[in-house]
């Protein structure tokens, strides 16, 4: 097919930033070759986008900003939108894994993010089965099957880019996200800076962001005047004590599937296609950076859709 501005050269991906540590492009395994039809299913701004991202090397910056400043043709609204129309088309899927601590380390909890990036379309099945652990047997299926003209050829090794923007803190991003569960205990940028400290000294003690977000909005009053004041009054009355004895690592890494444009965690089963119950009844378009734009009805099917993601998390965790 035809690509809108198709004489728009695609960015080298030599200069595309990289993303922190932890964070980033993570190809699938079991692709087809390249051809010249890999993305002719697609709307011409996805498919756009689907070329762009595929020449892009491990571990590249994958967030709406980057990508919208990397390429010439589409700003950051129209590519968290071609992202949702990836997830959808089994593309792509945001993934979030919590890993053992390091080396050296008792306790403690990380989190590393990654885009899982297919050039082959997959089912949501296939998906669930890769991002469980199970890789075998996930090679057959392909949606949809595309004819393949030419073999890929071979890539020469990416050299160094810049470092991309820092990412938030799983503390920063923890709090940012209190107004999403209950807007009485919306915090601003300013706040969730001064309260990042006292948020990661309970990560630090071996408390999940679910476990924290739980105890900050659990029995709120009815008026809250000062959020930031009321947050901060129960991330110190609250404080856990430090665990006795070091936590053992989990015999397995805990994988969660994100929302491709909200970021809502939660098994792959409660995220067809990639997306969450709340961004397939709104087709996909509301983001994170625009929040006043949400209509009511909006953010409480959002809240309603972490509420469960997080029950199900929990039980997940007390069976294992």
């Known amino acids: 097919m035809a690509y809108e501005n198709s004489n728009a050269a695609l960015p080298s991906r030599a200069v595309h930033p990289m993303a922190k540590p932890g964070y980033g492009k993570r190809s699938a395994p079991d692709q087809l070759p390249s051809g010249a039809d890999d993305f002719a299913h697609l709307p011409a701004r996805a498919a756009y986008l689907a070329s762009f991202i595929d020449r892009l090397g491990e571990n590249a910056a994958m967030d709406a900003k980057t990508l919208a400043k990397a390429q010439p043709l ?56 890769l991002l469980g652990g199970d890789t075998s047997g996930v090679t057959p299926e392909v949606t949809p099957e595309v004819p393949h003209s030419a073999p890929a050829e071979e890539a020469p090794a990416p050299t ?14 923890t709090l940012a996200r209190l107004g ?68 053992a690592p989990p015999a397995a890494p805990c994988t969660l599937m994100e929302c491709t444009d909200y970021r809502v965690p939660g098994r792959p089963e409660a995220l067809p296609g990639g997306l969450c119950r709340a961004c397939r009844s709104t087709g996909g378009t509301t983001s994170p950076e625009q929040p006043n734009q949400m209509q009511p009805a909006a953010v409480h099917a959002r809240a309603a859709e972490v509420r469960a993601s997080m029950r199900a998390h929990s039980q997940f965790v007390q069976i294992h």
């Open 74 to 129: 589409y700003g950051q609204q129209a590519v968290r939108s071609a992202l949702n129309e990836l997830g959808e088309a089994g593309h792509l899927r945001r993934v979030r894994r919590r890993v053992a601590p390091d080396d050296g380390a008792a306790t403690g909890t990380r989190w590393v993010f990654h885009t899982y990036w297919s050039r082959t379309a997959r089912d949501d099945e296939w998906w669930a089965r």
């Open 160 to 173: 160094p880019a810049p470092r991309g923007e820092a990412h938030p803190s799983l503390a920063y991003d």
């Open 180 to 247: 999403l569960h209950d807007p009485r205990l919306a915090l601003s940028s300013a706040d969730c800076t001064v309260l990042e400290g006292p948020a990661a000294q309970w990560l630090e003690r071996g408390v999940t962001p679910e476990r924290l977000t739980q105890v900050l909005v659990a029995g709120l009053p009815e008026q809250v005047r000062s959020p930031r004041g009321f947050v901060q009054r129960r991330l110190i009355e609250k404080l856990p004590p430090e665990p006795p004895f070091p936590t």
